[in-house]
Each structure stands twice: as C-alpha cells, then as structure tokens.
C-alpha cells in the first residue's frame, strides 16, 4: 500500500520513511503544504500521514481543503502532544486518527494499521481472505490454515492490496501505483512477475487474469 509522508522535518522524514518502508509500505516524501496538497490530488494514495505545522501552507488548510474536494483518503495527523486544540481542529477538518509527538514508531505504524482496516472494514490484524490468513507484522501468509510462509516486500505489499480489494478488477497501473513509490517506473512489467511468484505461493485461481484489462483477487478461489 502506498502512503504519503508529509513532515517537514528532515531529521524525522529520514527517520520515518525507511521505517514505514521495511513495514511493508510504499512511501512519498513532501516537505511542504503546498507540494503535500498537489501530490494529495493526483496520486492514489491509501493513507496519508500529516504533519500540521508545514512551511509553505498549513497542514489543517491542506486537510480542509482535500476534504472540500471531496478527498476521502484517510489521514493520520502528527501534532504536538500537549497541542489539544490542534488535534479537535483536525477531527473536524477530517483526520482519521492523531499521533502526538514525540511519538514511537511503533506507536505511528499501529495507528496507520488500525486506520487502514477500518477503512476496508477489517477489524483485525490479520487479514483473512479466501482461505489466507495475512500477517501484517510478519509479513507472512498462511494459504488454508497450513504453515506460514515468509513474503518479500514486493510480495507483500502486492498481496496486502490485493485481499483489501477483493472482487475488483486491478489495472497493472493502479497495482503499480499502488505497490511502489513516485519516482518507481511505471512502465515496468514487474508486476506480471510479482503476480507469477504469488501464485506460485497461494495458488493459481485465486488471482486470475482478465487479458488485456488486470487482475482479479477472488474470494472464491474454486476454478
């Protein structure tokens, strides 16, 4: 799943976005309210973490205005902890959830999970599909209750993306767009590799192909 990191804090961004990224996340990095509210608009993003002291243009202002235009990507706001007023402010404006800082990775992933999985309507940590179980803190997968196995990154992200959207038909772009960051080129074919190995994985039927459109995750892996 691919996230957008808005902190203007250069220390912190360094440290935030290698960390998201081993957690099985592709991240985009924006420095400022104005480029953070562009990049907002036009890319596909499944959650957004914003930081509401930004140069340039406020980080509430660029949540209101999202929200004005009818953005419904979750966001999770970074504000001061003592801030209060700040963080009713966001509630209002729309934010999905706060962390305060200082904060605790951890404590900023957990958040970013629990989100995501309201908003595919998952309650827990796993995710459950078609006779998968999905770790997300491992990153491993179980394929009809049988022993756990280990995924790469790729794998996993792809895999995560694809049971959060069952039934769906998915564009090679829209996988894309959805597994690797902005400067990734989207031109690539990779994603018919990293389909192949997943069906090697957890089977054929449950990802199946609709030629000259994408893929479909099905619920129902029978033939």
């Known amino acids: 799943m691919r996230l957008l990191l808005v902190e203007d804090d250069t220390d912190l961004a360094g440290r935030l976005a290698p960390a998201l990224t081993q957690l099985g996340y592709a991240v985009d990095h924006a420095a400022n309210g104005i480029d953070a509210e562009h990049l907002g608009r ?22 209101q205005h999202w929200r004005a235009d009818g ?5 999770v706001i970074l504000t001061a902890r003592d ?3 700040e963080r009713v402010e966001g509630f209002k404006a729309g934010a999905d959830d706060y962390v305060g800082k200082p904060f605790h990775v951890e404590e900023l992933a957990a958040r ?5 999985r309201r908003a595919h309507g998952e309650s827990r940590a796993r995710v459950d599909r078609a006779g998968l179980m ?3 803190d491992r990153q491993e997968v179980s394929v009809d209750g049988g022993p756990a196995v280990a995924l790469t990154a790729t794998e996993f992200r792809l895999l995560r993306y ?12 829209r996988l894309t767009e959805a597994v690797y960051d902005q400067d990734f080129d989207r031109d690539s074919n990779l ?12 089977g054929v039927d449950r990802i199946r192909t609709r030629r000259g459109q994408g893929y479909v995750f099905a619920d129902d892996p029978a033939p």
Request: hydrophobic share 50%; no cysteine; charged share 20%.
């Open 42 to 63: 036009v890319e596909p993003y499944d959650l957004i973490v914003l930081d509401l002291g930004l140069p340039g243009r406020p980080g509430l202002t660029v949540l």
């Open 71 to 75: 953005i419904a990507t979750p966001v």
């Open 83 to 85: 801030a209060w007023h």
């Open 112 to 116: 970013i999970q629990a989100v995501l």
């Open 134 to 136: 999905l770790d997300e």
């Open 162 to 173: 694809f049971m959060l959207h069952p039934g769906q038909l998915l564009s090679k772009t």
């Open 191 to 202: 994603i018919e590799v990293y389909v192949r190995r997943l069906r090697e994985r957890i």
